[in-house]
């Protein structure tokens, strides 16, 4: 399987969009607001929608190997490191996490963003992050 470009196309180190061709639509990282019926504006809450899609792509991560095909720029983990897609298109230049941290895609902290990111992070952060988006903060 050759994941795109668009699988992330935001950031050398930060996935702030998600997108797996196999598993998702296209990518969508925008805010929205909805018109309460008071008439005011208020902003939708994608923290659940973000940790699911963050969940998959960790899921999905595990398919993945520095050999993989890939199209530029492209995101990943592999091995617990963040891994881009190189010249080679393939995902072999590898980004190694500081000891005690593993590569994770996550929820992005401001729910009003539908989006992920991927970060190196200690498990106890990830599990953390993961909890408060499907709380709903």
Do not use: W
Not at 33 to 40: H, K, L, P, R
């Amino acid at each position: 399987m050759i994941f795109p470009a668009n699988l992330i196309s935001c950031g050398l180190l930060v996935l702030s969009c998600f997108q797996l061709a196999a598993i998702a639509g296209p990518i969508n990282h925008f805010e929205r607001s909805i018109i309460n019926s008071a008439g005011t504006p208020r902003a939708i809450n994608y923290a659940k929608q973000n940790a699911l899609q963050a969940q998959m792509l960790n899921g999905a991560f595990q398919t993945i190997d520095s050999q993989t095909a890939c199209n530029r720029p492209s995101t990943v983990c592999v091995n617990n490191n963040i891994a881009l897609c190189s010249s080679r298109d393939l995902f072999d230049t590898i980004v190694p996490c500081t000891q005690g941290t593993k590569c994770f895609a996550l929820p992005l902290k401001d729910p009003s963003i539908l989006g992920t990111e991927i970060l190196c992070v200690t498990p106890d952060e990830a599990a953390q992050r993961f909890q408060d988006a499907l709380a709903g903060q």
